[in-house]
């Protein structure tokens, strides 16, 4: 019987993904469009073959990456819900304290002006 992963294994799998520089440079290519395994590691050339498909590995496990058979080639795509999912947990929560911490810097420089 499978187990589920957790929602706080699972972002540890995103944060571990994104840690790698490597990876981040993989993701941005998939950002701007679907790519197949070839055209990632021809585009990491000071790479060999295998570690540019173990960096993609992580990416599949966190979810950052899909793919999918199209005759002999695979075709790798951006899943973008896991980056959202990190955002809307740590980032939006931060950004709503700054923003509550500007205004409050605001409201006092306007009553003591």
Same mark, same amino acid.
């Given at each position: ?9 699972? &972002? &540890? ?32 050339? &000071? ?67």
């Amino acid at each position: 019987m499978a187990t589920r992963v957790s929602e706080d294994e699972r &972002d &540890d799998a995103v944060f571990k993904a994104l840690a790698n520089s490597t990876r981040r440079r993989i993701l941005d290519m998939l950002r701007d469009e679907p790519r197949t395994t070839g055209e990632v590691c021809t585009a990491f050339s &000071d790479l060999e073959r295998t570690t540019v498909l173990q960096h993609i590995r992580v990416l599949e496990r966190a979810e950052l990456v899909g793919g999918r058979r199209i005759g002999r080639t695979r075709q790798l795509a951006l899943a973008p819900l896991p980056i959202k999912r990190i955002h809307d947990r740590w980032i939006g929560e931060y950004t709503r304290a700054a923003v509550g911490l500007l205004a409050d810097l605001d409201d006092g420089a306007k009553n003591s002006g």
